[in-house]
């Protein structure tokens, strides 16, 4: 019986001290993608990444894409600009939009790599290298790691969902 407290208290023990492993991952790794992608963004625009600025003070001001305008970007990444310029100001929203996104899909893929491999390690070091490359190697809120974003929270759904349904995958491979 009293081996049975043991074990109990043990593994207990054991589930808190990885709970705060994984709480002390995330944070680092949150803190890690916000400061470099900050100092990315703050250290210059270039004209590419400013079409999504230009598209997003367009919406706000009643203007519609492809009516008004032309856009390779297309509409969501404007839409989601226009919520920002309107939460922000039009130099603030860029940096915020950026170092938010960055850290939502550094999240997102150190969620997924703990889920496969159990490792916290392997999570901290996946994180930090999508922290790295997803928005700071092209200055930041940009269309087509927009389109990975919708393809990376597919994944999750399926990864995370308990009955493993297809059809999750399917639709964030059509909305990348």
């Not at 001290?17 to 949150?30: E, F, G, P, W």
């Amino acid at each position: 019986m009293s081996e049975n407290i043991f074990e109990k208290k043990y593994s207990q023990f054991v589930n808190q001290s990885m709970t705060r492993k994984i709480l002390y991952t995330y944070v680092v790794v949150i803190l890690y993608a916000f400061l470099l992608q900050t100092v990315v963004v703050m250290n210059g625009l270039h004209e590419d990444l400013l079409t999504v600025l230009t598209e997003a003070v367009r919406i706000n001001n009643s203007q519609i894409t492809y009516l008004d305008y032309s856009s390779h970007n297309g509409p969501i990444v404007g839409f989601i600009g226009a919520w920002f310029v309107k939460l922000f100001s039009v130099g603030y929203c860029y940096i915020f939009l950026s170092s938010i996104g960055n850290i939502f899909v550094t999240i997102m893929s150190t969620m997924v790599v703990f889920k496969l491999t159990n490792s916290i390690k392997l999570s901290l070091t996946a994180g930090m290298l999508i922290a790295t490359w997803y928005f700071p190697q092209v200055g930041g809120w940009y269309y087509d790691h927009v389109s990975y974003l919708f393809i990376l929270m597919a994944s999750i759904l399926f990864i995370y969902h308990e009955k493993n349904n297809k059809v999750f995958f399917i639709i964030g491979l059509l909305m990348g």
